[in-house]
């Protein structure tokens, strides 16, 4: 942290709300709104597809400096996850919210850029590990501050977190402090955690980035994570770092969007050692 001062803080006094008013439709009928920073390529080499945590959204300060900075590095799509700011629907905290992002990556795609990397902050984190894991079609993947496991209630934060989703009085505040939406149906079935299926996302590279200060979730769960995924991963466990975009610096930001042309690197170098030798 700078001079006391998040990246959020810099957004909120220096960034206006730009490109906004695009929405996608998703394979089950929600409009998410969406905004596209070019980069700093024109031929639309890289693009970075930012997936907000939980009552984040795209007029937040915390989302605006992840992709303020993210943009210095590669093309930038940030989007409203259901139920939150200009999107529809209701929040399903982590399940549904996969095909959010698949919509978003699918017009990523359709803008042109070649390599993609999806990065999550909080339940975006795990949203992004669950697509990554069990739809594809990205080149590497960045999760921040994701939770491993579902039911998690042992900090307080996350009781409160619970108390929203799950009772009248919750969801009503945040639905009027947040403009965050949250479905009242609960889970059918329970989706498979970030812990269950992050080992199915190997070969795409996979880079863990939380804090020993994670208010949220302690350390137990990016070391969770590592365990469970497969080549290539790398885990960034950083000394003094809090929760999620609101915690994150501009130094932060710039190290990740340096590191993103790495990670599509290495994965296609893990598929070049994957083919087979001619003549084996």
Not at 82 to 99: I, M, P, Y
Not at 199 to 219: N, S, T
Not at 232 to 260: C, M, N, Q, V
């Amino acid at each position: 942290m700078v001079g006391g001062c998040t990246a959020g803080d810099a957004a909120l006094s220096s960034c206006g709300l730009q490109n906004i008013g695009v929405h996608l439709t998703t394979q089950d009928g929600e409009r998410i709104a969406i905004r596209h920073v070019d980069g700093p390529d024109p031929d639309r080499g890289l693009g970075v597809v930012v997936a907000h945590g939980f009552t984040g959204s795209l007029d937040k300060p915390g989302v605006r400096a992840v992709v303020d900075a993210l943009g210095r590095h590669a093309g930038v799509i940030a989007f409203d996850f259901r139920g939150h700011g200009r999107s529809s629907g209701h929040s399903t905290l982590g399940d549904k919210e996969v095909l959010d992002v698949d919509a978003v990556v699918a017009h990523a795609r359709s803008l042109g850029y070649r390599d993609l990397v999806t990065c999550g902050w909080s339940m975006g984190a795990s949203v992004v590990l669950r697509h990554a894991a069990l739809v594809g079609g990205i080149d590497a993947v960045v999760s921040v501050s994701a939770v491993s496991r579902w039911f998690y209630r042992d900090t307080k934060p996350m009781r409160r977190v619970h108390w929203a989703a799950e009772t009248r009085p919750g969801r009503w505040i945040a639905r009027r402090a947040f403009q965050t939406r949250i479905s009242p149906h609960g889970w059918a079935q329970v989706p498979e955690s970030p812990v269950e299926v992050v080992g199915r996302i190997a070969p795409i590279p996979l880079l863990i980035v939380h804090g020993d200060r994670d208010h949220y979730f302690p350390v137990e769960h990016p070391e969770a994570l590592y365990a469970a995924a497969g080549d290539p991963k790398e885990l960034w466990l950083l000394e003094g770092f809090g929760h999620a975009e609101s915690a994150a610096t501009p130094e932060l930001l710039d190290r990740i969007g340096a590191h993103l042309p790495v990670l599509v690197a290495r994965g296609r170098s893990s598929a070049a050692d994957a083919r087979p030798v001619e003549g084996a």
